[in-house]
């Protein structure tokens, strides 16, 4: 019986083929048609207006602090995020490797009783350190994760607002003026007109 789904398996991974989840809509020439560039537009703004947000920058942006914001060109803010989910890295590392050296088990790193090393609120209340250091470490890298996706892509679309905007305006002024210049100059004239 587990040769017959060991099997089936094979046959259906080399049958089938993988692809990105996608819920955008793409079409066959995305990757060849070119699209139309107004002159003054930079280099920075057309990157810009061609990126979007997919569900798999959803886990790069797990394995890379930071990610969304560096795609939104937002470089200040993807490097705090990569410096705080760095050193929340870090400090789990730290606590597993002390742990580690004073004998403790990896189950028991926060059931250990051992008085230097918790902080005690009252006479029957304690936490120890290294219980703060991970629950500050954790609350920290899913936090600079929810909002490394959630601020990233909103200043992704935020950008990609004001682009389009500020072109659409220029396009507009360039019509009219484009309008005004193919009318038939004026000219002085006589016209009479017979009525009965």
């Given at each position: 019986?587990?040769?017959?789904?060991?099997?089936?398996?094979?046959?259906?991974s080399?049958?089938?083929?993988?692809?990105?989840?996608?819920?955008?809509?793409?079409?066959?020439?995305?990757?060849?048609?070119?699209?139309?560039?107004?002159?003054?537009?930079?280099?920075?703004?057309?990157?810009?207006?061609?990126?979007?947000?997919?569900?798999?920058?959803?886990?790069?942006?797990?394995?890379?602090?930071?990610?969304?914001?560096?795609?939104?060109?937002?470089?200040?803010?993807?490097?705090?995020?990569?410096?705080?989910?760095?050193?929340?890295?870090?400090?789990?590392?730290?606590?597993?490797?002390?742990?580690?050296?004073?004998?403790?088990?990896?189950?028991?790193?926060?059931?250990?009783?051992?008085?230097?090393?918790?902080?005690?609120?009252?006479?029957n209340?304690?936490?120890?350190?290294?219980?703060?250091?991970?629950?500050?470490?954790?609350?920290?890298?899913?936090?600079?994760?929810?909002?490394?996706?959630?601020?990233?892509?909103?200043?992704?679309?935020?950008?990609?607002?004001?682009i389009?905007?500020?072109?659409?305006?220029?396009?507009?002024?360039?019509?009219?003026?484009?309008?005004?210049?193919?009318?038939?100059?004026?000219?002085?004239?006589?016209?009479?007109?017979?009525?009965?």
């Amino acid at each position: 019986m587990n040769n017959f789904f060991l099997i089936l398996i094979t046959i259906i991974s080399l049958n089938s083929f993988s692809q990105d989840f996608s819920i955008y809509p793409r079409l066959p020439d995305d990757k060849v048609k070119l699209p139309y560039v107004h002159e003054s537009m930079r280099l920075n703004e057309f990157q810009i207006l061609s990126r979007t947000v997919r569900m798999m920058d959803m886990m790069y942006a797990t394995i890379v602090p930071g990610y969304i914001h560096f795609k939104a060109k937002e470089m200040t803010t993807g490097y705090v995020l990569l410096g705080l989910r760095s050193a929340s890295y870090i400090s789990l590392s730290a606590v597993y490797l002390s742990s580690k050296s004073r004998g403790d088990k990896t189950i028991d790193i926060f059931n250990s009783n051992k008085p230097e090393q918790q902080i005690v609120i009252n006479d029957n209340w304690s936490v120890e350190t290294s219980d703060i250091i991970v629950g500050t470490a954790i609350a920290v890298i899913i936090s600079t994760y929810l909002y490394d996706w959630i601020h990233g892509k909103y200043m992704l679309e935020k950008k990609q607002e004001m682009i389009r905007y500020k072109y659409s305006v220029k396009l507009k002024i360039e019509e009219n003026k484009l309008s005004f210049n193919n009318t038939q100059p004026y000219s002085l004239g006589l016209a009479l007109t017979l009525n009965f």
